[in-house]
């Protein structure tokens, strides 16, 4: 079935060094890729997404490409900072109706 | 404006018990979804929303029933809670249910004894 598989489950970087998170998806039809994170305790939140439309899209330290032949997306983030801390979540529409595929999110710890 | 709001932020029932969570929204959005989220786990669709009257079952429908009587508020029930519905319960609603930033809200924490 349709699923969007999300890696690696925890990363842990050097505060400063740059953070990339990769994500797969399945429905070919799939056109809107959100990625929210998760601070410990609180909602999600969207960070950046981007549309199949474009190839990659960039807001400050944080950047997402997507490769629509490939199917797959990754999330960039530059020059980590503590409040970077939290799990991060990719998404993709889901072609047929109006539903999010969610992949099981990536924890990223930054080292000081 | 408020944003997204859920009722209750914390809740223990005993098994067999039954609840409503409360979700409303002040942005005038169409879609609205449940979802749960159990300890080092990813979000799980439970029902959602696409309009004021409708309901859909998503990933993980069974035990929880819906409604949306009004465009701003979905409810979520569990008529007869069970231990493995302890969890965090998150609503979330959004313009366009296919590209468009779905809002959640702060979440409702259940244990189910």
């Known amino acids: 079935g349709e699923n969007v598989e999300q890696h690696p489950s925890t990363l842990s970087v050097q505060e400063g060094d740059s953070a990339v998170i990769k994500c797969t998806y399945s429905d070919s039809a799939s056109n809107y890729f959100p990625w929210y994170k998760q601070e410990l305790g609180k909602r999600p939140q969207l960070i950046i997404d981007i549309r199949s439309n474009v190839g990659e899209k960039k807001d400050q330290r944080i950047a997402v490409t997507l490769n629509k032949t490939a199917k797959h997306f990754s999330l960039h983030i530059t020059e980590t900072q503590p409040e970077d801390s939290a799990v991060y979540f990719c998404?993709?529409?889901?072609?047929?109706?109006?539903?999010?595929?969610w992949g099981a999110g990536t924890k990223l710890i930054i080292k000081p | 404006n408020a944003g997204v709001t859920q009722t209750p932020k914390f809740r223990v029932l005993k098994t067999g018990q039954s609840m409503t969570l409360l979700c409303a929204q002040d942005?005038?959005?169409?879609?609205m979804y449940w979802y749960r989220q159990d300890p080092g786990m990813g979000l799980r669709l439970i029902h959602y929303s696409v309009g004021e009257g409708t309901t859909a079952k998503g990933e993980v429908p069974d035990g929880y029933n819906v409604s949306r009587l009004k465009k701003q508020n979905f409810l979520l029930g569990l008529e007869s809670a069970a231990p493995s519905q302890t969890s965090v319960y998150f609503c979330a609603s959004c313009r366009d249910g296919r590209t468009d930033t779905q809002y959640f809200g702060p979440g409702t924490r259940l244990t189910v004894l």
């Open positions: 998404a993709a529409s889901k072609g047929s109706n109006y539903q999010l595929i």
């Open positions: 942005m005038n959005h169409e879609y």
